[in-house]
């Protein structure tokens, strides 16, 4: 046994069973996978046997760089890592960029091992849904990486609505956006090619504010959309001198949207506007509104949109036939020795759900109504008129 003093402030500690360790593996050593394995390292029933990267040398690098001792890293893509039964692999974690999600994950539950996979889920329904069989079949865990949902604050959101403090829920609108905020990073460019990401905004920020409301009203099923996406901002080689690290040839090289917007019917005869932007001539398309048929939640946005609350949510409701504002200051996040409070815990999750055979933290059955709106945005975009939207048995 172990303990993890995981919040300092009120002494709480866990207490970890370290007498099995898990055997976790990495797949894809760029550049979330460093925050993985800064929450591995964290976990005292856990051992990072492996890694792999189809960059040679990338993997043994990262690990090095890591301070992870031990980890075989001499693969060339997840099959050859899977594929070696001396690693007994528990767990891995699918760090690879969105067009490299399915296979991976597929591969890993097909061999019996639990899967954390990186957020957006992946790029089309399709994809999804065969993760999906293969995870039915396996009887794997199969957990999305939305760390957000860690945040007490995203909680709380989902706490007031489910209350029924707002009553029925009717209206939303969500989204968020960065004036400027396209991920161009130096050498790096998988979140801007077609044939890496997929998706762009939509996809990478928007798959977060899809679920931030989601999840709160329980994720009721998408019918139709009418979507729009476009990329004025990522095409234009003069765009790069707005952001440190863009240069001209990322706008050559760019192949998905910088901006999305859409209107969704959900089950329940609830309506879903939504908008998002890696960049646009505005800072923020607003908060985010939950309109119900006794009160409505305001949920401030960011500049840099990234799937948090932004500031105090104010719920505007009655109260003795008055009408009030109530403020929702933020909840502070625990004085911590975590490296990255949110990971640590999306980790310590999914973890303790293998050991106790629980579901996935973030489970399949509700991230496919997520993927499903972003598919049905980017269809209905491509087509220019809505799009029903149909999700096949699993
Ligand atoms: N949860 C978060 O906060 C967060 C933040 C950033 C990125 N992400 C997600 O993480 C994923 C990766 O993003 P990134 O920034 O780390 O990208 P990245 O390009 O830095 O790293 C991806 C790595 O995967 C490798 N790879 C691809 N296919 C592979 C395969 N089949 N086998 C082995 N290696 C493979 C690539 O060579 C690359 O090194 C994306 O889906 C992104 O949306 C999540």
Redesign the pocket.
Known sequence: MANINAFMENNEVETIDTSRKLRVGI???????KSHVNAYLEMPDVEIVAG????PG?AAAFMRDHGVEGAKTEYK??REMIDDESLKLDAVSV????R??K??TIYALEHGIHVML???FSVTLDEAVEMMRVEKKSGKILSI?F?PRMDANMQMIKKIVQSGELGDVYYIQTGGGRRRGIPFAKD?D?FLRDDTAGLGALA?IGCYSLDMVLNAIGYPKPLTVTGYKSAFFGKDRNYSRYQFFGCPEHADVFGVDDFAAAFVRLEGGIILDFRIAWAMNVNTPGDTIILGTKGGLRIPSTDCWNGSVGGPMTIYHEVAGEQVETVVPIIPRPKTTAKNYLFNRKIRTFLDAIKNGTEAPVPTSQIILNQAILDGIARSADLGQEVKIEIPEI
């Open positions: 797949i894809g050593c760029g550049g979330i996978a792999c990267d189809l960059v990338k893509d997840h760090c690879t960029y969105n490299q999600h296979d991976p990186e957020k957006p990486g760390q790096k998988s990478d």
